[in-house]
C-alpha cells in the first residue's frame, strides 16, 4: 500500500484545499439563431433554437 515518505505540512495541506472548490464562469457564445449570448451546448433561452433547431417554444411577450 502506497504510504507518504515525508508528513505534508499543514500550509501545503491547506493550500490544495483552499483550490479545491474554485469554479469559473462559464464560457458564452453567441446563438446562431438570434445572436443572444448563450451557454454553449444548450438550448437558447431566448429563441428556443438548438443547431438551427426549434427545440422549445418561446413564449411572446
Do not use: F, T, W
Request: charged content about 30%.
Amino acid at each position: 500500500m502506497a504510504v507518504p515518505k515525508k508528513k505534508k505540512s499543514q500550509s501545503r495541506r491547506d493550500m490544495r484545499r483552499a483550490n479545491h472548490d474554485k469554479v469559473s464562469a462559464p464560457a458564452l457564445s453567441s446563438c446562431s439563431n438570434c445572436a443572444e449570448l448563450m451557454i454553449g451546448h444548450r438550448v437558447c433561452p431566448a429563441c428556443g433554437y438548438y443547431k438551427g433547431r426549434q427545440i422549445i417554444e418561446i413564449a411572446e411577450d
